[in-house]
């Protein structure tokens, strides 16, 4: 037990600065005191690599409706259709903010260019410098973030979230290198988690670094409801060659008019669907991952001929990372394959961001906030985490200014430090093997028993560490634990959670998988 200041450092203490962070840092900044901090330097993070764009219904053949049909259908049943309502109705006016804060996106003739992505019925996906939308909007929110109101903390990785006796979240701990570590505290009115995805954790991925799954670690350690684990969403095409990093390349090339075909020229994503291209991404991935399988092949191959030169205007970093390996987009055929992308689920959130421990608060994508169902819509993703991510600053607020300051926190990491012989190294890699070998694209339950098994272990072997990379590395194990278990325990497949032994959707199965530190599993059958 630690003794905390009194008054708190923070009204509102904000973990990661990818766009869900800046967002909710941005909106909560002018009327309170505001932290934003982050493991790596501000612009690391998933956001800054986002290509596609944003799915918004501002173009005037589309509507809200329409939105919310196509998510709804790629969910699979298990969106949160109240969760939906609330994407596809504000995300117009967060767009319109991201404009009055400074992004530019891509327009022609003053008019906001809209395209069209894999199971959108309509143009809709904002882009900016082409394929740099990621980038434009993580620099618009940072030059203003800069520019003044709330402190930001770089390099500091929160190890653990304070609570108070009474079970009421109250700050975090930040650890910073060192054997033994260092841990400081911070202690905030409310805590909005904003820590990103774990799609880092699979041997093969697009996600950068930072992807480890740290906050669902943090949020269920401290004793929130995480649900919605077993959904890892694969993404189809990242590149595939020897050497070169899992890139992701855009479905928006595929909107475009890029074909996805096999070594013969076969566009064999029709012979399962007949959106062909344009099917949504489970359907996508499983039909490539079943095409390896068959030819014992390691990629299929994306064609953009049909975009002629256009191909490398409209999508440029596209066009310079492939040239980096010898490829000209505009005639060579791209070596693709399915790598993990990601997380559907995390931390339970209601339409507010609020988790289920009081003054714990999370947006983007460490949330499950039930908008994505079973899988997600391709860019909806920078949506949820701009709509979410300003209703969980202003529920932040709200509950900051009512609740009394908190004085006394115990920290929710283990409290009985001991050392690990583990070699980190080692650690990693049988994480990313096993969630790969045992938890990929397509599952079954003997590879989701020897993955958890491992995980387990890993998690294991590095409970109490001292050292921040062992801390790291559990953290990462025990969300990687999550996911195995989740994936176990869901005897179906739906949306992006395929297993072969169990090849159908099952309506047993029409609800959330939640799970909890001390209470276990419990299913939320949806009505
Ligand atoms: C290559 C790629 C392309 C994509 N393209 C699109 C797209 O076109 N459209 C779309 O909608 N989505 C896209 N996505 C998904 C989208 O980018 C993410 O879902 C979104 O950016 C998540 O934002 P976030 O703020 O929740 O997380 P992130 O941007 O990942 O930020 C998380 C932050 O938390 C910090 N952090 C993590 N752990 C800790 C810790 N323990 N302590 C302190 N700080 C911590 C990280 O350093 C980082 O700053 C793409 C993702 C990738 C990887």
């Not at 509102?12 to 934003?36: K, N, Y």
């Not at 394929?131 to 390099?155: F, N």
């Not at 990785?157 to 108070?164: A, F, M, P, R």
């Not at 990242?238 to 890029?258: H, K, Q, T």
Request: net charge negative; with cysteine; aromatic share 4%.
């Amino acid at each position: 037990m630690i003794t905390t200041a009194r008054p708190t450092d923070y009204d509102v203490l904000v973990v990661g600065s990818g766009i869900a962070g800046l967002s909710a840092a941005l909106t909560a900044a002018p009327s309170a005191r505001v932290a934003v901090v982050t493991k790596g330097a501000l612009d690391d993070g998933c956001s800054r690599y986002a290509q596609g764009g944003i799915a918004a219904a501002v173009g005037d053949d589309d509507s809200t409706e329409l939105h919310f049909e196509d998510t709804i259908a790629a969910g699979r049943g298990l969106c949160h259709a109240d969760a939906v309502r609330v994407l596809v109705e504000e995300g117009p006016a967060r767009i319109r903010q991201l404009i009055e804060w400074g992004v530019a996106f891509d327009t022609q003739d003053g008019e906001l260019l809209l395209a069209r992505e894999a199971a959108h019925s309509r143009a809709r996906i904002l882009h900016a410098r082409g394929d740099g939308t990621g980038l434009e909007v993580e620099t618009a929110l940072i030059r203003r973030l800069r520019a003044g109101g709330a402190r930001v903390v770089e390099h500091a990785d929160v190890s653990g979230i304070l609570t108070t006796s009474d079970g009421v979240c109250c700050g975090v701990s930040i650890t910073t290198s060192g054997t033994p570590a260092q841990s400081t505290s911070l202690t905030a009115s409310a805590v909005v988690l904003a820590s990103g995805g774990a799609s880092r954790l699979w041997r093969n991925s697009t996600n950068p670094k930072s992807a480890t799954g740290d906050g669902v670690a943090l949020g269920y350690n401290a004793g929130a409801d995480v649900s919605g684990m077993e959904f890892s969403q694969f993404h189809p095409t990242a590149l595939a060659m020897e050497g070169a990093p899992r890139f992701l390349i855009s479905e928006a090339v595929r909107g475009e008019g890029a074909l996805i075909v096999n070594r013969d020229g076969h566009r064999f994503v029709f012979d399962v669907d007949p959106r062909g291209e344009l099917a949504g991404r489970d359907v996508v991935a499983r039909a490539i991952w079943d095409e390896l399988g068959r030819s014992g092949e390691r990629c299929v191959y994306l064609d953009c001929s049909p975009l002629g030169a256009r191909a490398a205007m409209r999508f440029p970093t596209i066009a310079a990372t492939c040239a980096k390996y010898g490829l000209d987009i505009t005639h060579d055929p791209i070596p693709v394959a399915p790598a993990a992308h990601y997380m559907v689920g995390g931390v339970c959130t209601d339409l507010d961001g609020a988790t289920s421990l009081p003054g714990l608060f999370a947006c983007g994508e460490v949330a499950h906030s039930g908008v994505h169902g079973a899988n997600r819509l391709a860019s909806n993703s920078l949506l949820e985490s701009l709509v979410f991510s300003k209703r969980a600053a202003h529920a932040a607020l709200g509950w900051a200014a009512e609740s009394p300051p908190a004085d006394a926190a115990s920290i929710s990491r283990s409290p009985s430090p001991r050392a690990s012989t583990v070699d980190p190294r080692e650690g990693w890699d049988t994480l990313h093997d096993a969630l790969w070998t045992g938890a990929g694209v397509v599952r079954d339950a003997a590879g989701l028993e020897a993955a958890g098994r491992a995980c387990a272990s890993v998690a294991a072997s590095t409970a109490g560490a001292t050292a921040l990379p062992m801390m790291q590395l559990h953290a990462a194990a025990s969300t990687a634990s999550l996911v195995c278990t989740a994936a176990l325990a869901r005897e179906e497949s739906r949306g992006c959670h395929l297993r072969s032994d169990l090849p159908q959707a099952s309506d047993q199965w029409h609800g959330d998988l939640v799970m909890h530190k001390d209470r276990g599993a419990r299913f939320d059958r949806h009505l």
